[in-house]
């Protein structure tokens, strides 16, 4: 099967969802019930930026970081059998090491 | 039958919804339930892009890409009897190679 | 019976909508229930354009072209027996050749 | 009885809606029941203008022009017997001549 | 009694309102029943007007002039027994003489 | 007991909301029942304003005047046993004497 | 346990809701069926600020700091066992000392 590649346009970053147990071990318990919470997620791709008056304005986060960010902000998508979710950065609130 | 060509205004792409079988085949499943998931398609035609404080921004995807965008801001039209839409640059999400 | 002209004001374009039989001749056909797809018209006359931080931002279709325009965003009229649509710049989305 | 007079402030415009049978001597008519489509006025009154970063911006329409307005964006007012209405010129779409 | 004195802010305007009588007799008819009809008043007190971009810009009407202005648009209060509105100077829609 | 001293942030006031005895004597009576009515105060601490394209605009009132406020736009907290109110600048509408 | 590190983004600040006990200790009582009410807080982690173009505008608060914030502006997440809670700088509405 050819893998597929998504390349994020503008502040978009792809989003790798983290499961309850990895959280769990990290010491995050999030109830799975509260839609409105944030979600915890590891970065996939990065989009180049937003242009604002001209000028590219990089996105803040890096491939490989794990963040938080606004659930109900993303567009769920599923590839290669992965469920992933596309993320303005400004719907990405901290990192989390 | 005389082919009609349609040319996008602003920053308005025109893109062909791609099938759920094509989808398939590159490993992306979108439950067609769905409506706010974004959704794939190929760009078939690009407007001139958005005039911002006097100078114009072009778009950032280019003809024959496959692109995810978001559905429910889309304007569907058929045209020589295939089903189109005309999508703003700004609900383009992601390049798909 | 004197001819009445209306010269539309800022980025106001005076459409003339075409009718289904038109639209199938050219090979599109939109379904007449569907009152947020795009419709077919004619430009019949333009404004001058809309003033931004002082300079005038003229009209980006002319007299005679065929667009695709949101319907919803149009002020009906009726006027020497044709039915006319008064539509702000921004609602074309396409010119149709 | 002494006239009273009404001098519009920032960009509003005093228009005197005209009636049904005006509209149709000029081949213009118009559904009654149809709130939201525009209606045909003419000026009587025009204000200064609106400001804009410090520069006044003068309204384009004079006073006597006949215009098709929306509707719904106007306060109506009775005035030395007369219906008259203060529109903001944004609502004002075209000339009519 | 001491006498209150109310010094309005930024844009905001005091105004008193004009009972039925006075209006009737100067040819102004306004249907009580119409809430969103512009309503007829006297100018008491001008706030110093708004900041915009570092520079103030003072307010339009002046002391003693009588307005139109948009009723729900205001604040009522009532202060030595008569009944007041404080309004701001985008709701006071035209002066009156 | 250990006093609580509250410094709001940018262009937030904090405000004493003032009883409808003290009204009365001043001449100003408020229905109780209004809730979008404006609402009479002392002010008790201000904030140090907002920043406005890199300048510092401070607030229009000082510590200890009476004002005229918005009530629904408060924020209502309880502290050394006193109702107090936190109220953005824009939602002061005029000073009182 | 590994402890897990939060690092705001933009000018999110990580906030330690305090306990109505403290409230009360110190002065202040909240009624708990208030919603919209402002909550008690203490700053733990606070991003590195807002970018207003082009340049980086620092978060007010600090670390240690008690804040009063506006609760439903939150995005509450648990870690290490404790409920926090990430706020805008712009729902934080002043200082407690």
Same mark, same amino acid.
Do not use: F, R
């Given at each position: 099967m050819v893998k597929t590649k998504i390349t994020p346009l503008f502040d978009n970053v792809?989003? *790798?969802p983290l499961e309850a147990e990895v959280k =769990? &071990? &990290?010491?995050i318990i999030l109830p799975d019930s509260a839609k409105e919470k944030p979600q915890m997620g590891e970065v996939v791709e990065v989009g180049p930026g937003k242009t604002?008056?001209? /000028?590219? !304005?990089?996105? &803040? !986060? /890096? *491939?490989?970081? *794990?963040?938080?960010? *606004? /659930?109900w902000g993303g567009n769920e998508i599923k590839i290669n059998g992965q469920?992933? =979710?596309?993320?303005e950065e400004k719907d990405i609130l901290a990192?989390?090491?």
């Open positions: 792809l989003i *790798k =769990t &071990s &990290s010491g604002d008056e001209g /000028k590219l !304005v990089p996105v &803040s !986060v /890096k *491939k490989g970081q *794990k963040v938080m960010y *606004k /659930k469920e992933l =979710t596309l993320v990192i989390i090491e």
